[in-house]
Each structure stands twice: as structure tokens, then as C-alpha cells.
């Protein structure tokens, strides 16, 4: 805006009145002069009649009153407009970039054609769940914001709007959406309503409504750290719309870096239904974190190709496995020395041993089954001891597998048996039998708590274990991707592999498969043709923990071609068939050292659900115990996660005391509580109501709940649980967008529809503007502080100069 200065006097009596004063005080100096007479020598300096002559002249311009005029152009009345910006979370959806990026895209170029000049009174405002203004500058604020609101309220956001835009005129409202929202009808009544204001409402259409629908993994839960080796179970949830009896494949990769391809980890077929389906894959984990990704096939008229698969980390725990080998068998002992001198005992333990101990998490510790109760015979490196079985249940419930081969019942007291019963059934170990001489019914084992236990059945008083006879045992074609068989990564020649297993001459006939079993194995006795085939390997639950039966020993006393030959040239294969199965025997078993064990009573809730969680304490006696306390607390399962609150969904429990100071009715991040003590069942109980709506209005959020038990007030074990809390919002019902619904609000409002930049940015250029009156601005010259000091500075050099001349 230029401005122009001119300088006038402010009126001619102004100026008449100081020629007055002149001459009046001219006149006063004449008579002066007359009646006092000449003044002395000094003071007629000329230095001092000029300082005189300068206050005089300044005096009279200062009574003569000039005034400074600054003259300014009218002030520029332009036209308003308001940018109502959808940021619901179906903004996200979109192909090459999403709808939210295309609105942001427009308005930027907007901004870019129209000039500087033709600029409008510019307001943004945000809608979704709610309506809130964008702070200036707002171009470049636009950037910051996410569109994360779970639905989308168009009709309230017109309603207050109305009270922030209306007077202002003209004015015009310029919608960027998709279409989607709720209460269309109340919408188009709205609409009128600004038509009524002259209030017109363009709408700029996003996204691209000849998509076929949308399919979307929203999330997957799986075991943040399992055992190498073991079977990983994982929940897929998956969203889907448009699709409705679609045959697709659900798909587990493992993926690395960029540049090398994923490696299949396992695939189901589905059915798309409409809305959330959730599915159950499972997976062999690897010997390192892997990060795993599940994902739906891209169909090629989707709405979006970016919401397709998630991907989480599967952690390896590398904590050693402790397995307690008990081996019955006959034969005899010897010694020998290792290359570093130290001494080894070998024997009919050593086969096994040595397999299991190649794998550097795995720690086995031999215990040979002399004749005799109780008379248990400990192998540790070159040295015996003569009690080796675990005496208390501390000792045993430190191990995560028993491999009992060719012993007897009559070796365990009750006592010890109803010890591992517990162990398996209550904390998750891992029992394998295995065949012999001494083992099921010819070990006396058929009434006892392990054959209640085992997979496989079998009659008392049946003499089972025979010899002489050659017998073929072969994977069951059901289970031939059990984990356990799992020798080597190639399919092919995994099963080439497995088809060579060698030929047996002694076994266990009359073994039956239980109801809860999976025979992994079976065999025709004799070579015969019959169909009807028998059980020689099965596996099965028992409790929490899992149970091994096989009719075939693992001894190469009785199985010397399996334990010794079946391989390259040794027995690698039989190794890694042992190890296989103790990994899978012991995937549960980590509850058994545990001193705090958690479970809640779902994977995944809804909003407003409870999450049930029960929690048992055990002291150093592995005794369950409620002399302890037990807290809570809850956490976001990722740390990278972008809290929006200071509160996790979560509302604090009424039966639970709260001493942090927190006033809000949620449970903040971090937040400690302490569950309840539940006396009758000897454990800790806590409830957790979920929030109506989750954070942001969220679609899917993962918790963690970090749970620690203190004896006082020490720690003394810690342990974590991950829920998963799935909505069906609104927003993500119908992913297609509604150029039809937008061009109906623009319609009933007098607005127009702007497909592009370049003809909103026209619109923009031809809205009209007014300018004001001229805008002036009066100082007088005396309202000068620089004037009045140098009348100041004047008076006060002229009286210097008289006293340094001797005048009063």
C-alpha cells in the first residue's frame, strides 16, 4: 500500500496570529531600547543575537502550527473463503499417492496460480470427528497434519462453521472430500441453509470411484519371541469390501533387505466375506529375528495398494533348553579320552547326547536308570554322581524336557511321578517316550500317571516290544510338514529324505493313537498289504505342556541303522530329527522356570470390552504363592508409536486403589497398578475396561501389558502380554469415495464443482473485492520531539554563552 506525505499549515489564522506576536514583540524591543537604552557591549555579540534570532524563528513556526498529512489508499475488502479440509481416515486411502495428499497437492497449486493480489481472505479448517481451525500461516501448517479421524461428521462441522463465516460477506466455503460421511440427508438440508446465507459451498472431489472395493490387512499378532525351531502360531485380521466370495490366499513371508526376495513361510487359502475376518496361520521359526510379513494379493481394481500386508519381528530366544535324558538300557560303560585330555564316559546315552549337544541351545543331561528305585546314575562331562534325578521341584521344574528310553515305572517313586504330572500339565514341559526293552507296558508303565499322559495307548500285561521282524516306518501323509520332520529347508528333498528312513527290526506293536493325538508315523507290520496301518510316532497335549510316543528306540543297541547311518555317511539326519523334536516338545516349556505367569482371556477385544487378566506367582519351591505383589502396567506394544495422549484406552479400574495422583478417569501410559489377590484359586486377578473409541479414533491399536511380582520389595521376575484391540469404524466401511454426494451438497448450495486446480485457482481469481476511503493521517510539526529539543537546546546555548560572557 503506498502512502503519500505533504506538509501545510493547519489554517491562515494560524499563520495571522503569529505575524501578530512578531510584531508585538518588535515592538516591545523598541521600547525596551528607549527606556533602558542601548544594551552593554557584550551582550551585543553577534553570536548572541543570532542564538536569539534562531529560538525567535523557531518560536514563530512552531505558533504557526504546520501539520505533516499522510495520505494512504482505501483498505482492500476481499472476498472470503474458507478450505474445509476432510482429514477422516478414508483420506488415506488412494493408488499412486492418497486422497489426503491429493487435497493437500490442490491447495498448494491454488495458492501458486492465483497471484498475490487476487488473494482471497484465506481460512482452513479440518473436519472428522470434530471441527477445529488450522493455525496461520496455513499453507504451511497443512503439512503436520495426519488424517486419522474415525469418522466423519460433515453436518456438525456446517453447523459451527456457520457462526465463524456468516456477516463476514461475501464469503464461499470450498469442500475437499471423498463423500463419505454420515447423515447425507441432514447434510443437503444444510446445504440449503447456505444457500439461504448466500453462502455458496464448492466441493472438490477426491479419490477415484470406479475402484471394484478395497482389501486391507489391518493387523497381525504373533509371538514377539519364540524358540528356534518351533512351531509360531500368528492371527491375521483382514478387512475387506467389494470382494464378497473372492477365493484369495493369505500369505506369511519372511522378509530381509530391500534387495533380496521374500521367503515363503506359509499360505491359506481364503474366502472374502465383507468387513473383518480374522485367520490362523502358523510358521517354523528361524535360528535368528526374523521379521514377518502377512499380506493379501493386490487385486487390480483396489482402492489402495498400500494397506495390503503389515509386518511385525519374531525375536529367537537363545535361552538354553534344559533336556533330562533317562536311559534305562543294559549295555555297558566305558571310558575314553578327547583330543584336550579330558575324559568321557560312553554308553548307550552317548548317541543322543552328542546329537542334542551339537545345537548350542540345547543342554542335555544324561542320567542312566541302574537296576533298582531311585537308582539313578548322573553323567556330567567324565564324572558320575548317584543321585542325579531331581530330588525336589525346584530341581525339576528347571528343565523343559524328559526323554525317557527303555526305564521302567519301578525306577520312580509316586511322589515323582505326580512331580512331572504338575511339571507338564500346570507349567509346560515336555515329555517323549521312547521304545524298548523297558519301555510302555513291558516297562509296567500302563497304569501309571505317564501313561495318562502320553499320545499313544497301550493294553497292561501286554508284552509289545518284539524283534526279528522288518518293519518300514514312513511319515503319515497328513502330518508331513509337522515341524518335527522338518530335516532340511527343500521340500523335495525333505521328502526324499524322509522316504529313506531305514528299516526297523524291533519296535512296540499294540500301540493305538488317543483322540488328542497326531500320529506323525505309521507302519504295516510284516511288509503286508493291509490298509489298516498302526501308530509308531505321535505327539499330543497334555495339560499346557506336549507329550512324544514312539514305538521305536532311539538306541543304536536296538535301531543301529537309524542312530547311526541315516544320513551322509553318518547320522545328521537323526540328529536333527531328535532336535526337532525337543524344540516342539519344549515351545510351552518356559512357564516351568517362570516365578510369574500371565494370561488374559482373549487375543483380541473390541472397544468398550474388558480385558481379563490372571496371573499366578510362584516362590523358590516352584509352590504357587499370593505373598507377593503383583503390578500392571500398560504400555503401546511398538516404542516407535505415536501417542497422541498421555492416556493408553484403558479406564481405570473402580476395585483398584490409585495412588499416583492421576486425576483422569483412563489409565496413563506407564501408570502403575496392583492386581487383585484371588486366595481361593492361589492367584492375582485383574479387569480392564477398554475405552468406547480408541486413541485418535483409531481403527486397530496393540497394548502391552508389563506385569512384575515383588516379594517386599525386591523383583524377583517380570513378564509381558500383548492384546490387540480391533474397531469397525465407520470410515472404513466403504473405502469407495462419492462424487455424487458432493455434487449434490454443491448443488443445493449454489456452489460448483472443481475437479482441479486450475479451475478452483480461476474461481478464486474473479471473486470480487471493494476498496475503502482514503485513508489520512495529521501530525502537527510541534507534537515533534526533535523540534521541541532544539528550541530547548537554543535557549539553554544562549544562556551558556551569557554567563561565560559575565552577563546575568
Not at 548307550?348 to 533298582?372: F, M, N, R, Y
Not at 508303565?445 to 499320545?455: K, N, R, Y
Not at 478464486?764 to 530547548?792: A, H, K, N, S
Amino acid at each position: 500500500m503506498d502512502t503519500h506525505t505533504t506538509f501545510h499549515l493547519l489554517s491562515p489564522v494560524s499563520l495571522a496570529l503569529a505575524a501578530v506576536l512578531a510584531v508585538v514583540a518588535c515592538a516591545l524591543l523598541v521600547i525596551a531600547r528607549a527606556v533602558f537604552g542601548s544594551p552593554l557591549a557584550p551582550a551585543q555579540r553577534p553570536v548572541l543575537w543570532v542564538l536569539r534570532g534562531l529560538t525567535l524563528a523557531v518560536l514563530v513556526a512552531i505558533l504557526a502550527n504546520p501539520v505533516q498529512v499522510d495520505r494512504s489508499p482505501g483498505r482492500i475488502e476481499r472476498s472470503g473463503v474458507t478450505y474445509l479440509l476432510d482429514t477422516s481416515a478414508s483420506m488415506t486411502l488412494g493408488e499412486s499417492t492418497s486422497r489426503f495428499a491429493q487435497a493437500l497437492q490442490i491447495i498448494r497449486d491454488v495458492d501458486r496460480l492465483v497471484p498475490a493480489e487476487k488473494q482471497p481472505e484465506l481460512s482452513v479448517y479440518r473436519f472428522g470427528q470434530r471441527l477445529s481451525a488450522i493455525d496461520s500461516p496455513p499453507l504451511d501448517y497443512l503439512g503436520a497434519i495426519a488424517p486419522t479421524d474415525a469418522d466423519t461428521q460433515l453436518l456438525s462441522a456446517l453447523r459451527q462453521l456457520t457462526g465463524r463465516i456468516v456477516g463476514v460477506q461475501p464469503h464461499s466455503v470450498v469442500l475437499f472430500s471423498d463423500g463419505r460421511w454420515r447423515e447425507p440427508i441432514g447434510v443437503q438440508e444444510m446445504a440449503r441453509r447456505y444457500a439461504e446465507l448466500r453462502i455458496p459451498i464448492h466441493v472438490v472431489p477426491l479419490g477415484q470411484s470406479d475402484r471394484g472395493g478395497d482389501v486391507a490387512v489391518v493387523n497381525m499378532v504373533a509371538p514377539t519371541r519364540v524358540r528356534k525351531h518351533s512351531q509360531v502360531g500368528a492371527t491375521v485380521w483382514v478387512r475387506s469390501y467389494g470382494y464378497d466370495g473372492l477365493r484369495t490366499e493369505l500369505r506369511l513371508e519372511a522378509i530381509g533387505r530391500p534387495d533380496e526376495p521374500a521367503r515363503p513361510l506359509g499360505r491359506l487359502p481364503i474366502t472374502l466375506s465383507g468387513g473383518i475376518q480374522a485367520f490362523n496361520l502358523s510358521f517354523q521359526s528361524d535360528v535368528t529375528t526374523t521379521r514377518v510379513r502377512a499380506a493379501v494379493p493386490l487385486q487390480p481394481d483396489e482402492v489402495s495398494p498400500h494397506n495390503n500386508a503389515v509386518a511385525a519381528d519374531i525375536a529367537v530366544d537363545r535361552t538354553k533348553i534344559r533336556v533330562l535324558y533317562i536311559e534305562g538300557s543294559s549295555q555297558g560303560l566305558s571310558q575314553r579320552y578327547r583330543s584336550d585330555g579330558t575324559r568321557e564316559i560312553v554308553g548307550p546315552h552317548s548317541t543322543l547326547h552328542k546329537a542334542l549337544s551339537e545345537d548350542p541351545d540345547i543342554e542335555c543331561v544324561p542320567v542312566l536308570a541302574q537296576p533298582g528305585r531311585g537308582n539313578f546314575y548322573g553323567i556330567m562331562g567324565g564324572s558320575g554322581s548317584a543321585r542325579a534325578f531331581p530330588e525336589t521341584r525346584a530341581q525339576l521344574f528347571a528343565h523343559d524336557a524328559i526323554i525317557l528310553s527303555d526305564v521302567g515305572r519301578d525306577h520312580f517313586a509316586d511322589e515323582q511321578l505326580a512331580l512331572i504330572d504338575q511339571w507338564i500339565r500346570e507349567r509346560g514341559g515336555g515329555l517323549c517316550m521312547v521304545g524298548g526293552p523297558r519301555s510302555f507296558a513291558d516297562g509296567g508303565w500302563s497304569d501309571s500317571a505317564v501313561a495318562g499322559m502320553l499320545p499313544l495307548a497301550f493294553s497292561a500285561g501286554a508284552q509289545s516290544w518284539t524283534s526279528g521282524n522288518q518293519l518300514a516306518m514312513r511319515p503319515d501323509p497328513e502330518a508331513a510338514r509337522h515341524p518335527i520332520w522338518n530335516i532340511v529347508s527343500d521340500a523335495r528333498r525333505n521328502e526324499a529324505i524322509l522316504m529313506s528312513l531305514p528299516m526297523f527290526t524291533t519296535f512296540h506293536q499294540g500301540l493305538t493313537a488317543k483322540q488328542t493325538a497326531q500320529v506323525l508315523a505309521t507302519s504295516r507290520f510284516n511288509g503286508g498289504t493291509d490298509d489298516a496301518s498302526v501308530p509308531m510316532l505321535g505327539v499330543g497335549p497334555y495339560g499346557k505342556g506336549r507329550t512324544l510316543a514312539a514305538a521305536v528306540s532311539l538306541n543304536p543297541q536296538w535301531s543301529s541303522e537309524f542312530a547311526s547311518r541315516w544320513g551322509e555317511n553318518d547320522n545328521r539326519y537323526y540328529a536333527k530329527l531328535w532336535r526337532n523334536a525337543v524344540y516342539w516338545l519344549t515351545e510351552n516349556s518356559y512357564l516351568g522356570r517362570r516365578r510369574l505367569v500371565v494370561a488374559s482371556d482373549k487375543m483380541s477385544y473390541q472397544p468398550g470390552d474388558t480385558i481379563k487378566l490372571t496371573a499366578h506367582a510362584f516362590d523358590e519351591t516352584s509352590h504357587p504363592t499370593t505373598n507377593c505383589r503383583v503390578t500392571v502396567i500398560v504400555q503401546p506394544q511398538s516404542l516407535d508409536a505415536d501417542l497422541s495422549s498421555d492416556c493408553a484406552p484403558v479406564r481405570w479400574p473402580n476395585a483398584v486403589e490409585r495412588s499416583s495422583g492421576e486425576t483422569s478417569p483412563y489409565v496413563a501410559w506407564g501408570e502403575e497398578l496392583d492386581m487383585l489377590v484371588q486366595k481361593r484359586d492361589q492367584s492375582y486377578m485383574l479387569e480392564l475396561p477398554l475405552a468406547e473409541q480408541l486413541t485418535g479414533g483409531a481403527a486397530a491399536e496393540a497394548l502391552r501389558l508389563e506385569l512384575s511380582v515383588y516379594e517386599e520389595m525386591t523383583l524377583i521376575d517380570s513378564t509381558s502380554t500383548d492384546v490387540q484391540i480391533l474397531d469397525d469404524p465407520f470410515e472404513h466401511r466403504n473405502p469407495l469415495p462419492d462424487p455424487a454426494q458432493l455434487s449434490r451438497v454443491a448443488e443445493r448450495s449454489g456452489g460448483r464443482v472443481f475437479a482441479d486446480a486450475a479451475s478452483l485457482a480461476e474461481m478464486l481469481r474473479e471473486l470480487p473485492f471493494q476498496t475503502g476511503p482514503e485513508e489520512t493521517r495529521q501530525v502537527p510539526l510541534w507534537g515533534r520531539w526533535w523540534l521541541l529539543g532544539l528550541v530547548l537546546g537554543l535557549l539553554s546555548t544562549e544562556w551558556v554563552w551569557r554567563r561565560r560572557l559575565g552577563l546575568a
